[in-house]
């Protein structure tokens, strides 16, 4: 047995007639390539966890436009951007539910610049009846922040009932602290 | 009168920035030093100069001038002192100011001291850190003026301007509009001047980095010259991100700490990529591997500091950070790609000169794992960067904007993280330039088979998981790995020195403050790890309408609410404060006060939770609602947040180890610390 080991050793030595350099070139070739194969199985795993982590979490950001004419389609994971009418807001302490209405408001930054920034079309949209509306139901504490013509962005699915059921909210009052002019000045 | 000096101040500070880039670039190319040293003065006097831009801003903010648009939106009169003071990075102008008050700091820190053995680097060093100064001084000027008053003409329009225009009567308002009162916390106060300081510290890295590839010094010095710079940056980037998360987890009353909001994301970015520079800059100094990696990685960071500061400050994205948006954007995406493109034609450029040997022999040598280590940082950052971006593809795509939620970063980046936290573990027992991965098993057998312990006495009392028994065991053994190489080495040192281990450890701690001031930082990582394990995995909520000596059950915890006072503060609040008790096995062990205030004057409520903290968890108690008769009921929702601490407490750990590595190792301790390598 132990012999076997030596003499099929010898025959391995035997069959290599590399030169040194040849062995140092072919060991640092393969050093490389070793590295290479980690680096590629590492992309792929990466690449493999991103996808797969993004299949489940997509939301879709939709207007309330767009949600009320049926864009929503069988999407359980929709994100709506819209302003809040502060005399719709009802709140029951007993079993915390948030009931509220947003209505639509552009998407789009550029749309709302030229349309006089932010704090004007959340109020503009929030006093014309015209512009569509849509009702939520949230469950959970009352946000600080949820007041009239705030800026609500709702995460969540749209029932058959046509109420967006909202999972979390995330709400902005941009006009108070930017682009305001005090309204009483003394000369 | 203090605002006309403050822009007075300020035009200067933009011809000094100006003059000095000049003269850097000219004394730089013809190699005259009379040029490189006045420009050197130059932009060492940027720093004065702005300070008493700043102090002029202080000035206005807490005498209450409220003609001054930049006072009238972030402050108000009944606020205190040192809120009044930290109105000064409360908006988007007086941030900025801030911002090139810092920048201009760190070059007069790194620049003050003359350095005479690499006098070659520094004219490119204040051309490039007096050009990212001029970029911030010229949106302050220009765009983003702090100094602007109000005025009102014939027609009783207000105006916003700087100087008084004519026909135009100065206008007072009596009363400021106020800090948000959501940021009135001391966590929020301190927080973005950390943030900041870690922001601005990067660019003495970047600016020596971007001066070693213009001279074509291919030797490690910009990288040891600026060791000292990066670990602040970094160290204040940490502080300012975890103050960020303890405000969150203090005042936004949800329970958690880190949403993966856009903003936080983005200023996260350049604190991975940083991280991985100060691992992956060892590499350089101690086997002169990395070359083109540490020059990218810090090119990357500094652009990613910039996109951070402009993110922040622009609105592009929806977050609770968001300010609104402002017409610099396109000049900051102009400056970020002026920043990117130049550097990566210099990096390109000197790529040949900059080959280094990478010879890592196993997968298990050192050079190997700090390769393993940067990649997961890198691909943390791509996933954070495929996160953030995902919303703006999928419109130009799909026409659909779709976002991504903070599972996906959770789902996505938290293998990784507990990738990192394992190689943290195996790192202080591997070796430079190993050829197999022979002696890391040998070495690491011993602490791995007793860091099993842990979810084996989990798993028998009752803790499921796999996930999280999984990472508490990664915790867990790079504690038992960092402290087994710690005690062998201090056994070993002190047999040969024959001294006791204590002074043993002392001293070697001491003699080797970079290589154990790293040490104690990865405890704090661990200990970090811990908390933030404890509260994503075992968080348990509730909640529930009681009456008055009703009670709510969570975890083994019994709260019973006793009573609600709503009091008017002299300061503008309406306060609503409950008065809960804790009951645990049969004992009260606390009382806690969740509260609610509401802020008149910005007609805005905030929630202040009651929280019991302790080393094994914590009782989080949110006031929601209550009835108009508060003894009929009141709404609480209690989070139950075990190991939480751990994530502030892993903090300190971390700034501690830092300022260990930072302190400068002393001369006379030389020949022992020879001694202890022979130990290492």
Redesign the interface.
């Known amino acids: 047995m132990f012999c076997q080991n030596i003499i099929s050793r010898i025959k391995v030595s035997n069959r290599n007639h590399m030169t040194d350099q040849e062995t140092k070139k072919s060991v640092k070739k393969f050093k490389a390539n070793k590295f290479l194969i980690g680096g590629v199985v590492m992309a792929a795993a990466v690449i493999l966890l991103v996808v797969t982590s993004l299949k489940g979490s997509a939301q879709y950001y939709l207007t309330v436009d767009e949600l009320v004419s049926g864009a929503a389609g069988r999407n359980t994971n929709i994100r709506v951007s819209g302003v809040v009418i502060g005399d719709s807001i009802q709140y029951d302490p007993y079993s915390l539910t948030l009931s509220f209405t947003v209505a639509n408001i552009p998407a789009d930054n550029q749309e709302i610049e030229a349309a006089g920034g932010l704090a004007r079309v959340l109020h503009e949209a929030a006093v014309d009846p015209d512009v569509k509306r849509i009702n939520v139901v949230y469950h959970g504490e009352r946000p600080d922040l949820l007041k009239d013509e705030a800026q609500a962005i709702l995460t969540g699915s749209l029932g058959e009932d046509g109420v967006f059921y909202a999972d979390e909210l995330l709400l902005k009052c941009p006009s108070r602290y930017e682009e305001s002019v005090p309204d009483q000045v003394q000369p | 009168m203090i605002a006309n000096i403050g822009f007075g101040l300020l035009i200067i500070s933009l011809t000094v920035s100006v003059v000095a880039i000049i003269l850097a670039i000219y004394g730089g190319v013809t190699k005259s030093a009379v040029m490189v040293e006045s420009s050197r003065r130059a932009s060492l006097i940027t720093f004065p100069l702005l300070s008493l831009a700043l102090i002029g801003l202080i000035i206005l903010l807490i005498t209450d001038r409220f003609e001054y648009v930049y006072v009238?939106?972030?402050s108000d009169a009944l606020m205190p002192l040192y809120l009044k003071i930290a109105a000064v990075w409360g908006?988007?102008e007086g941030s900025l100011l801030f911002w090139c008050w810092l920048l201009s700091g760190f070059s007069f820190a790194t620049l003050i001291k003359k350095d005479k053995t690499n006098s070659d680097l520094i004219p490119w060093v204040i051309a490039v850190t007096s050009f990212v100064t001029l970029f911030f001084l010229y949106l302050v000027l220009f765009f983003e003026n702090p100094f602007f008053r109000?005025f009102?003409d014939m027609q009783g329009e207000?105006i916003?301007s700087l100087f008084q225009p004519l026909y135009t009567?100065?206008?007072?308002?009596?009363q400021g509009?106020g800090m948000?009162p959501?940021l009135r916390h001391i966590g929020m106060v301190v927080h973005p001047p950390m943030l900041y300081i870690g922001f601005t510290g990067f660019v003495i890295p970047y600016a020596y980095a971007i001066a070693a590839l213009i001279e074509g010094r291919i030797d490690s010095e910009w990288i040891k010259i600026t060791r000292k710079w990066t670990l602040i940056a970094w160290v204040f980037l940490t502080i300012g991100l975890v103050l960020g998360s303890r405000w969150a987890y203090d005042v936004l009353?949800?329970g958690g700490y880190w949403a993966w909001d856009p903003v936080e994301t983005s200023a996260l970015m350049p604190w991975l990529t940083g991280t991985a520079f100060l691992h992956s800059n060892t590499g350089q100094q101690k086997r002169g591997i990395f070359k083109h990696w540490n020059v990218s990685l810090i090119i990357l960071t500094f652009c990613l500091v910039i996109l951070g500061t402009f993110l922040t400050r622009s609105?592009?994205l929806?977050s609770?950070h968001?300010?609104?948006?402002s017409e610099i954007a396109p000049l900051f995406f102009g400056f970020i790609a002026i920043m990117l493109i130049a550097s990566a034609v210099l990096l390109g450029w000197r790529w040949n000169l900059l080959r280094s040997d990478f010879?890592?022999?196993s997968?298990f040598s050192r050079e190997?794992l700090y390769?393993?280590n940067n990649?997961i940082f890198i691909?943390i950052f791509?996933?954070c960067l495929?996160g953030i971006l995902?919303?703006i593809f999928s419109e130009l795509v799909t026409g659909?904007?779709?976002?991504?939620?903070?599972?996906?970063?959770e789902?996505?980046a938290g293998?990784?993280f507990a990738l990192l936290l394992l190689i943290m573990g195996v790192v202080p027992l591997s070796g430079w330039s190993v050829k197999s991965g022979k002696s890391l098993g040998r070495q690491l057998w011993k602490p791995f088979l007793v860091s099993l312990l842990l979810p084996l006495v989990l798993i028998i009392s009752g803790v499921r998981g796999w996930f999280a028994l999984l990472g508490l065991w990664v915790v867990f053994l790079s504690v038992c790995t960092t402290l087994y190489d710690y005690a062998r080495s201090i056994i070993l040192h002190s047999k040969r020195l024959k001294i006791s281990p204590w002074r043993s450890s002392v001293r070697m701690t001491l003699n080797n403050r970079r290589r154990y001031g790293g040490y104690i930082v990865h405890l704090g990582v661990a200990l970090m790890g811990l908390g933030i394990i404890g509260i994503e995995f075992f968080q348990t909520q509730t909640?529930a309408?009681v009456r008055q000596d009703e009670s709510i059950e969570i975890a083994g915890y019994t709260l019973t609410y006793r009573g609600l006072t709503i009091e008017e503060t002299t300061d503008g609040r309406e306060v609503a404060v409950a008065d809960v008790q804790v009951v645990k096995d049969g004992r009260e062990i606390a009382a806690l006060h969740p509260a609610r205030e509401y802020f008149y004057v910005?007609?805005?409520?905030?929630?202040r939770p009651g929280v019991r903290s302790t080393l094994a968890d914590d009782l989080y108690v949110?006031l929601?609602?209550?009835?108009p008769v508060t003894s009929e009921?009141?709404?609480f929702?209690v989070y139950h947040n075990p190991l939480v601490k751990w994530l502030w407490i892993g903090t300190f750990v971390l700034v501690f180890g830092t300022l260990l590595a930072l302190f400068p190792t002393d001369a006379r301790r030389v020949k022992d610390t020879s001694l202890a390598k022979g130990v290492e």
């Open positions: 009238y939106q972030t908006g988007q109000f009102v207000v916003k009567l100065q206008a007072t308002p009596d509009l948000n959501l009353g949800w609105g592009m929806s609770v968001a300010f609104s948006e010879s890592t022999g997968f190997s390769l393993f990649l691909s791509l996933i495929v995902f919303p659909q904007q779709i976002t991504v939620g903070p599972p996906f970063y789902k996505a293998p990784l909640q309408l910005s007609d805005q409520a905030v929630t949110v929601a609602d209550w009835l009921g009141a709404t929702k």
